[in-house]
């Protein structure tokens, strides 16, 4: 079993949408960042930057005791390892992967943030910061467009967890200030993961844990 202490924002969604791929038996922690529950002491015990999202797993490879994880990118890796899934087993495959792994994790995640920060919800609208990560974040968009002009998915042929990592950070374009329209591989890409049943699913629990306020 695995508990997934999480919060219905991008990052939490990469997670989600593992355990529903994999069909890895699961229970969800809510952590309301919202109301702070990230500053918990049995939050921290188990992500000590006070960011959701973490796992604990109840039965490690190693058999010892639960092992916890937090950091996104660290948690899909993981149980990517844990199930033999979603990562190639060739030396190739597996950097391709991981490249683009950890261009979410440094650069798209990141610079999206900053874009929703400053366009969404900084009380004081600065020009300059907006044009920044809205430029930065065209700039990536078209990083990815190009990636996948020729290739299904982002590391190649597969599905893998940068897939993961990466569709739900473009699920807020809108607030990011981008049109899916002027990249038509992403645009394509984009509608291709949104249609996976595992996908739904995982999304689908916003209304359980976060239902939206009327
Ligand atoms: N690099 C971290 C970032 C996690 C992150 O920023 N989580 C946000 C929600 S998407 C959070 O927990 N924010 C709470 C806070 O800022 O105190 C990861 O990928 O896990």
């Not at 999480?6 to 890895?24: D, Q, R």
């Not at 699961?26 to 959701?52: C, H, W």
């Not at 042929?157 to 591989?185: C, K, R």
């Amino acid at each position: 079993m695995i508990d997934l202490h999480y919060w219905t924002t991008p990052n939490g969604h990469k997670v989600s949408i593992f355990l529903e791929e994999a069909g890895l038996p699961y229970r969800i922690f809510p952590v309301n960042i919202g109301a702070n529950e990230q500053f918990e002491p049995d939050f921290l015990k188990i992500s000590p930057n006070n960011r959701i999202p973490a796992i604990v797993d109840h039965e490690p490879a190693d058999g010892g005791e639960p092992l916890s994880v937090f950091e996104s990118g660290a948690i899909l890796l993981y149980l990517a390892e844990k199930t033999g899934q979603f990562i190639a087993t060739d030396r190739r495959g597996r950097e391709q992967t991981l490249q683009w792994l950890f261009w979410q994790m440094g650069g798209l995640g990141p610079m999206a943030g900053q874009n929703h920060h400053f366009n969404r919800f900084a009380k004081e609208k600065i020009p300059y910061a907006i044009k920044r990560y809205v430029d930065e974040t065209a700039r990536l968009y078209g990083v990815l467009d190009k990636r996948l002009a020729d290739r299904a998915y982002v590391a190649g042929e597969q599905y893998s967890i940068a897939d993961m990592a990466i569709y739900p950070w473009i699920v807020p374009h809108t607030y990011q200030e981008q049109n899916l329209d002027d990249f038509p591989n992403l645009k394509r890409w984009f509608e291709s993961v949104a249609s996976r049943d595992a996908v739904k699913r995982a999304y689908a629990l916003v209304d359980k844990v976060n239902p939206p306020k009327p």
